[in-house]
């Protein structure tokens, strides 16, 4: 009970509390499973095909043919690829609709997802799917919600947007199209009526629209909080937007805990995990292991300028089951930031570095206060 509150304080500060509690290479972790907490230990076991062969908890039972799942990631990364310029275009209409000062991470979840809109449903498709998806977007199905009320009404909605998807995915089934033109689209694509029901398919497209969501606008919440709490002044920010971003994703990794269940016992630098039990990487406790990188726990975008001096670096996981989306979300990541940055100067009040658990680590609620360079020129009516 006692870790439980500690973990919902602080889900970072509550494992290396944890970590250093420990001497052994691989902890119990008292809300069950284990985490391995020696990097070298954690480094081996990634590269271990020992570990990986009960597969991933990525796609659960959805979806358990390995080629299948592969074939999926494939197919949603391709056209998420394609969709960069959609999305770039996009972006000045939903930053010069964010008010001067938007409530974080909530804001932030909101502009990626009128940015990604129509990639996840195209604007032709019929019914209400499209404004179910807005809602799930807003309404915490996208990013689960800290407050159970509001987790009770995200299960309605995606009760609706299950239902709804299903029945589209009904009849693109009966009017296929060329070309993917959203994510359903690809969905379909990669996975044959005679092995996928509508229902799934509908379920694995909620999947994506949550495993994209998620992760990017945590992300992109981390990225404007820790710079702009590191960098207070009038001036731009000293450092280029990549490297905002790839510190962000080493600080305060979204993705707890890379998992994977035991199919078989292992001796783990000595420990034995009976099988059937969960035994996960901890990416926050490699990011910020101080005989790997300099200042661990220090904000530090500069140190991304140099090739050299880097520890290890898994905020997209590593080997067989790693993130099949990272080069496009990291692109995503810094158009997004370029975006808010540009011709702007950023402030926020009510933030700081703790982070609160959802899906994923994430910032605790804070207010981003946005300054255009030049404001907008006042309509006059004149022609
Ligand atoms: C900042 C954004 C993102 C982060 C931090 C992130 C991180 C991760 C992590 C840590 C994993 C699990 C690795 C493991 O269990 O070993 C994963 C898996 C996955 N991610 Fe991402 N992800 C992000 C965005 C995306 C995007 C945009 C896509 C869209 C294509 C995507 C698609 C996937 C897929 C399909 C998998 C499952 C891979 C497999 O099992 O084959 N992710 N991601």
Known sequence: MRHKIRLLRDPLVCIEQL????TAGVMRLPWGGWCVRDTELAQALLQDPDFHTGGSLF?????????AQAGLGRAVRSLLRTAVPHYRAALPGAVAALPP?????????????????????????????????????????????????????????????????TEEAHRRRRQPAGEPRDMLDAVLT???????SDRVVAELHLMMFRAIMAPVSGSLAWSVLLACLHHTGAAPWPWAIDHVVREALRHRPVPWMLGRTLPHAMDIGGTVIPSGEVLSVCPYLLHHDARHWASPGAFRPERWASDSGHGPYIPFGTGPFS????????????????????HARLAVTGGDTRAAMSEGNVPRPFVLHRTPDHPPALDTGRR
């Open 190 to 196: 990669a996975c044959p009526e005679a092995d996928v």
């Open 59 to 67: 796609f659960g039972e959805l979806l358990p043919a390995r080629g």
């Open 101 to 165: 000062a938007s409530r974080w991470p909530d804001a932030g979840t909101r502009l990626v997802h009128r940015c990604l809109a129509d990639v996840l449903l195209h604007p032709g498709t019929p019914g209400g799917s499209r404004e179910l998806m807005r809602q799930a977007a807003h309404g915490g199905v996208a990013v689960r919600s800290r407050y159970v009320w509001r987790r009770a009404r995200a299960e309605l909605v995606r009760a609706r947007l299950l239902a709804a998807v």
């Open 19 to 22: 970590s250093h509690g420990s």
């Open 323 to 342: 993130c099949a989306g990272a080069a496009v979300a990291q692109t995503l990541l810094t158009e997004t930031l370029s975006a808010l940055t540009g």
